[in-house]
């Protein structure tokens, strides 16, 4: 009799449970922060996106007519005596720089995580327009390498690349991505050139022989560059998003 009644008075002091209603409104609102959280990445995944479109549209044109006077020559919508460039430049860019410092750069890092240096300037800020004045330094000298006609002007131009990389980013996720860049995007202008947008003044590359167009063994080197300066704005774009 004893024990039933304390069975009693020990059911008595459980606490209630939670009713269906209730079970099914905390499942609710779990779901509903899920959503919200998906919700954020993808708007903050697409804002990243749109900066790196602006920031390509317009930075992209102007570091491409640094040396384009010695490069080559635009025959489709070219703009410009001095600095020239095409207004096909602009919305290729704009997609360069997307997929660059966006989509290219999380497959890289999953690639290859870790680096091999520490950058020399710790703020990103400062770091991103570094990276972008390096890519402008790279462009110009690959245009008075040509002017010069140096001997070993590509080894020249890459070593120049590669410290760009050292000092400023050093992980090898910049380095994959900088190397692939550098042998694909190149290639990548050989259909533009033969449907005539533009042409080489003094191509030195055939990759796929002479009866197709040529390109300058420079503009690997070059393309490298302006990986780390696109890594470069994604990450400080990232950044700016975090912090709203």
Not at 101 to 109: D, F, I, P, S
Not at 112 to 136: E, F, M, N, S, Y
Request: proline content about 7%; overall charge negative.
């Amino acid at each position: 009799m004893r024990i039933m009644r304390g069975s009693a008075a020990a059911a008595s002091h459980q606490p209630p449970r939670p009713s269906y209603s209730e079970s099914n409104r905390h499942l609710t609102i779990a779901r509903g922060l899920s959503v919200a959280r998906q919700t954020g990445v993808r708007t903050h995944r697409r804002t990243t996106c749109q900066e790196l479109q602006q920031a390509g549209a317009a930075l992209g044109p102007a570091c491409d007519a640094i040396h384009n006077q010695s490069l080559l020559q635009y025959d489709v919508l070219p703009i410009g005596d001095v600095a020239r460039t095409s207004l096909l430049i602009p919305p290729l860019l704009a997609l360069t720089y997307e997929l660059l410092g966006g989509v290219l750069t999380a497959v890289a890092r999953r690639i290859a995580p870790g680096g091999a240096a520490a950058p020399l300037i710790d703020d990103q800020r400062l770091r991103t327009v570094a990276a972008v004045a390096a890519t402008c330094a790279v462009i110009k000298l690959s245009a008075v390498l040509i002017a010069a006609e140096t001997p070993y002007a590509f080894f020249v131009l890459a070593a120049a690349a590669l410290v760009q990389w050292a000092t400023l980013d050093g992980t090898y996720a910049s380095l994959l991505l900088g190397t692939v860049v550098a042998v694909a995007g190149p290639l990548a202008e050989i259909p533009f050139e033969e449907l005539g947008c533009w042409q080489y003044y003094s191509p030195d590359y055939f990759p796929f022989g002479q009866d197709l167009p040529g390109i300058s063994s420079l503009t690997g080197p070059c393309y490298f560059a302006v990986t780390q300066d696109a890594q470069a704005l994604g990450r400080l774009f990232d950044d700016d998003e975090r912090d709203v």
